[in-house]
Nanobody, 128 residues
């Protein structure tokens, strides 16, 4: 059974940093693409980053490029999202999701369909 758990959220001041973790279990890690999503109150869910576990390739939403970095520790079956230069616009619940594909889905697919499997989200709040 596919299991995903996001953690590491919290309250941070504008300009600060947080590192989120997505612990995965119950599936062949290297056969999946793992993505991060976020959803703020009153806004649509947004795909923000994806990593291909098999080859390490990544992609990012324009709103996060240069500030967020996605990475994986395959020995721990864990994906990370290092977030820097945070601003109040980054306040949201952050989720990780998994798709049974070796390469990251196109962002059009991520934003329209989300992921096949979801973890419980973690709250990130950025104060001004």
């Amino acid at each position: 059974e596919v299991q995903l758990q996001a953690s590491g959220g919290g309250l941070v001041q504008a300009g600060g940093s947080l590192k989120l973790s997505c612990a995965a279990a119950g599936f062949p890690f290297e056969d999946y693409a793992i993505s991060w999503f976020r959803q703020a109150p009153g806004k649509e869910r947004e795909g923000i980053s994806c990593i291909s576990i098999s080859d390490g390739s990544t992609n990012y939403a324009e709103s996060t490029k240069g500030r967020f970095t996605i990475s994986s520790d395959n020995a721990k079956n864990t994906v990370y999202l290092q977030m820097s230069s945070l601003n109040p616009e980054d306040t949201a619940v952050y989720y990780c999701g998994a798709d049974p594909v070796r390469e990251c889905p196109d962002f059009r697919v991520l934003n329209s369909h989300g992921a096949d499997y979801w973890g419980v989200g973690t709250q990130v709040t950025v104060s001004s």
